[in-house]
């Protein structure tokens, strides 16, 4: 069980970089991701069968969803091969093959043991400008459902989620929408965006998603994690996010704050800087509570440790951040809790357009 709305942050295999599973949980971490193609390289389903399933594996209490792989169609387009069977896939490791099928992707998923488990799809770069291929992935995402449904040996005790394919394009979205809508399955995602489109088109793609996707059913737009997308999706109606942003952000020195979005922690403005990274933060995370930005600026310069807190920090942000959207939700001042969170995040309220528009369409005017 899991309140939402709600972020993942992701374990690719099995951990968040730089944090334990006990710093997750201290954080109110209700679920973390992680990935089948990777997990099924490293350490390999045997393994995870044998350990009793990632949850013992890991010492993870709390939930897990697993992804199906089927990103790295994207990620690792190089060193992959797509056909009806499946995608082949060059280990990036020792470069032997791996064919990830429908079936296989299921297999691997219920020796891991995550709670909800994503069917694998035909994934597409928003980006890219080939049709054709949106056509023919759209069309495969739906004949995989059913290949994976059928191969599907834990239903009653992992949750199978269906994503949305078609790009950009509203025709392709809506035969995809329909077809895994009839399928019945426990929850819905929005797959194939923050590929680097147009925000102006990502956020119409996620409202019409949302606006045929079942109210009674989680609703997860795959890959979104930076603060102000999270803001405007679950005005949009989704449920649940992932991404890497906040770890990954982390180690390059960046911090995520409520006033102006995000500091460079390195930069030499901070040096002599004696206050915390975010105000906000000080009662319920223990990286703002304990040092300040000048201790952090010099340490990101010389300690791994620095990384090490700042994804602590990030992390919090965002389990701060959604925490507040939900109590908004539940005492009915969410409009209210938008727009005093995009005041300040946003210097001067100058509000990227796509933003403006997004929230205008569910009827809060910035």
């Known amino acids: 069980m899991a309140n939402t709305p709600i972020f993942m942050p992701v374990g690719t295999q099995g951990t968040v970089k730089g944090l334990t599973c006990k710093q997750l949980e201290d954080l109110g971490c209700e679920i973390i991701l992680g990935n089948t193609y990777h997990l099924g390289l490293r350490p390999g389903p045997q393994i995870l069968e044998d350990a009793g399933g990632l949850h013992k594996f890991m010492n993870w209490k709390r939930n897990i969803l697993t992804d199906s792989g089927g990103f790295q169609m994207v990620s690792l387009l190089d060193l992959a ?38 069917a694998l799809d035909d994934v597409i770069s928003t980006v890219s400008t080939d049709m054709q291929r949106f056509e023919e992935a759209t069309w495969r995402t739906l004949r995989w459902i059913d290949r994976c449904i059928k191969s599907h040996k834990r239903p009653t005790q992992q949750n199978l989620f269906g994503i949305v394919q078609g790009g950009l394009d509203e025709r392709l979205r809506k035969i995809c929408l329909d077809g895994l809508i009839k399928r019945n399955l426990p929850g819905y995602a929005i797959g194939g965006l923050s590929g680097g489109e147009e925000k ?14 079942p109210e009674n059913k989680p609703r997860y737009c795959m890959g979104v994690g930076y603060p102000e997308d999270l803001v405007v999706c679950v005005a949009l109606g989704v449920d649940m996010f992932d991404c890497v942003y906040p770890s990954r952000t982390a180690r390059f020195g960046t911090a995520l704050v409520h006033d102006g979005g995000t500091m460079k922690v390195k930069s030499n403005a901070y040096r002599d800087d004696f206050t915390s990274l975010d105000p906000q933060l000080e009662e319920s995370c223990m990286v703002d509570e304990c040092y300040t930005r000048s201790f952090l600026h010099n340490l990101c310069k010389v300690e791994q440790t620095g990384s090490q807190l700042l994804t602590y920090h990030n992390i919090a942000f965002q389990m701060h951040l959604m925490k507040h959207v939900r109590e908004s939700i539940v005492d009915g001042s969410f409009e209210k809790f938008v727009k005093d969170f995009m005041f300040n995040y946003f210097p001067k309220q100058k509000y990227p357009e796509w933003i403006v528009n997004a929230l205008s369409s569910v009827g809060i005017n910035l």
């Open 81 to 118: 091969d797509i056909t009806e069977e499946g995608v082949t896939f060059q280990s990036p490791h020792d470069g032997s093959q791996m064919l990830l099928t429908p079936e296989q992707s299921m297999s691997i998923q219920n020796n891991i043991g995550g709670d909800i488990m994503m």
């Open 200 to 213: 102006d088109k990502f956020w119409r793609v996620v409202s019409l998603c949302t606006d045929y996707l």
